[in-house]
């Protein structure tokens, strides 16, 4: 061989080579996936179990009630059987003296400290005279309530032990997935200790409350399982397992835990104070739709709509009715659920930055948050009329017809002598406004984000937003005293 071929032959690397190097590569690759995948699915939840057990603990709670009556509705009303029914219940509650009885119920919780506090749900053990907690090992001692937040359904107990207790930490729910693992641990239908496995099936689903913020799982979770805590793969709780979705009362895959993040500061609260003490701003907000938004001349269609300012914290730095919260604490306002939670979650007493939306600029307030437990039930002022007030006409506008504020009209709708607008006496069924949830006795307080107390007034606001090229005009609607803001599309 000539020395020009032995050199192209020696540029090509060895065959053997190169299989050997593929195969190794494989190789590794194949133990990389193997690894990769034990830690997504550990091959036993054994050990993670052992852990953690021992701070998972049964409620026992027991309710003194009035002596046991006969079923009601066994028969119905006027039937022949009723008086053989009442004769045999009179006989049956004399017989028995109407004695007390005692009722129990069954729950779960887990222990968060060495000295003994316990958190569960607060409708495990509402009314309750006695609560005996049971621990993994089998010794039981009894707890005291030491604070209860209806709103989350959290409640907050305490044993005294004689050694330290064996306990679990919060972990960051936040940080938990879709597709996560995780594990549920409880008492279901008194059964005593048991442990479920499932995923994260959904996030910050809402079901009833303002500060909802629950993780919804497939873990099986059944009655019994209230207040036990979900674990991650770490053993931190994430959530505490709360309700079900379910025709028959049993699980079908659907769970519900509180987040931890939500649960860890409601319980921060009740150990420090026995009770919680949310923020308060001090507004009625609803959320930004996309013709409220055009209305107004927002983009993007984000953040919380102020329909009423009451005396209080916003109104003092200077809020205003129409305002759209944009911006709390530095954290965009995404809609009106996440406000109303990041309110709840600031300290009383601390001032924030607050920026609106307002008449196409945007205006930074300073709020020195209140405490929303003393806040609640407040009623909104309303301003004063003038006390030439002009004798009211009727003109329909829209599909509403509209009419002045008269005294009459102010004591049949069960309003406050002073309030002011148009009240709505008719809608079309086939306008916009009866579709979008305008009746007859609403009373429109605002048009176009300006006060009016009369049929001018409102022309001269429709004219005004025409002229400004606008869609939509922005209405401030009243029904019971409860404000919402609605959108009304412009006809050509």
Known sequence: MNRQAEAQVNHFPNINFVRAFSLGALFITFIVLQTLSSFARPESLAPLAEKISPSVVNITTSTLVEGRTAPQGIVPEGSPFEDFFREFQDRNNNENGNRPRRSSALGSGFVISEDGYVVTNNHVIEGADEILIEFFNGSELKATVIGTDAKTDIALLKVEAEKALPFVPFGDSDT?????????????????????????????????????????TDAAINRGNSGGPLFNMDGEVIGVNTAILSPNGGSIGIGFSMAANVVQNVVD????????????????????????????????????????????????????????????????????????????????????????????????????????????????????????????????????????????????????????????????????????????????????????????????????????????????????????????????
């Open 176 to 216: 938990a997935n879709v597709g996560d693992w995780v594990i549920a641990m409880g008492n279901p239908l008194g059964q005593g200790f048991s442990v479920s496995a499932g995923i994260v099936s959904a996030r910050n689903r809402a079901l009833s409350g303002s500060y909802d913020d629950y993780i919804q």
């Open 269 to 492: 609260q009740l150990q420090e104070f026995g009770e919680t003490r949310r923020g308060w701003l001090g507004v009625r907000i609803q959320d930004v739709t996309d013709d409220i938004a055009e209305a107004i001349g927002l983009e993007p269609v984000l953040g919380a709509l102020v329909t009423s300012v009451p005396e209080g914290p916003a109104k003092e730095a200077g809020m205003e009715d129409g305002d759209v919260i944009i911006s709390f604490a530095g954290v965009d306002v995404e809609d009106t659920r996440g406000l109303v939670r990041q309110v709840g979650y600031s300290p009383v007493g601390e001032t924030v930055r607050v920026v609106v939306f307002r008449a196409g600029e945007t205006v930074t307030l300073r709020v020195t948050l209140g405490r929303r437990e003393e806040a609640e039930g407040a009623v909104p002022a309303v301003a004063a009329i003038p006390d030439d007030e002009q004798e009211p006409e009727t003109k329909e506008i829209l599909g509403l017809t509209l009419s002045g504020l008269t005294d009459e009209l102010r004591e049949q709708l069960g309003m406050s002598p002073e309030q002011e607008g148009l009240a709505v006496g008719d809608v079309d069924e086939m306008s916009e406004a009866f579709e979008k949830g305008l009746r007859a006795g609403d009373v429109i307080t605002e048009a176009g984000q300006q006060k009016i107390i009369s049929i001018p007034d409102f022309e001269a606001r429709l004219e005004e937003v025409k002229e400004a090229g606008r869609k939509s005009l922005l209405l401030l609607v009243r029904r019971a005293g409860d404000p919402r803001f609605v959108a009304l599309n412009l006809s050509e």
